[in-house]
């Protein structure tokens, strides 16, 4: 299968898991492909261990490559996965009116999981 990388590019995001709306088009960059047979596969392909190279990746031109983090997406056809603390959480996505992606948002029970309650 082949995961589109999208690494977040927004100082204030970038290493934080995804709780808020955000906007592919201002906060992300779109690096490349990665050929992998699952999310986890396809992070530990993007992930680099003293210095290797990132195996079975197709970057997009010449953008600047770091290991995946949390906060960074992948796609796979229409599926958006945040990588999270631990593991991926299911991102979805909203148009604007000319039908192009253009937000990403936690799933509500994402968002629930993480957000603080009031006691």
């Not at 596969?41 to 953008?63: D, G, Q, V, Y």
């Not at 999981?113 to 006691?119: A, D, G, L, M, V």
Request: charged share 30%; aromatic share 14%.
């Amino acid at each position: 299968m082949k995961y589109n990388i999208l690494h977040c590019n927004e100082y204030n995001l970038r290493f934080r898991q995804v709780k808020e709306k955000r906007c592919i088009d201002t906060d992300y960059d779109y690096i490349g492909d990665v050929e992998a047979e699952d999310l986890e596969e396809a992070f530990a392909h993007m992930n680099r261990i003293e210095n290797s190279e990132f195996t079975n990746f197709t970057p997009k031109e010449s953008l600047p490559v770091r290991s995946l983090s949390v906060g960074d997406i992948l796609k796979f056809e229409d599926q958006y996965w945040a990588v999270d603390n631990i593991g991926f959480s299911e991102v979805m996505p909203t148009y604007d009116g000319k039908n192009h992606l253009h937000y990403i948002e936690p799933e509500e029970m994402f968002y629930e999981r993480y957000s603080t309650k009031e006691n």
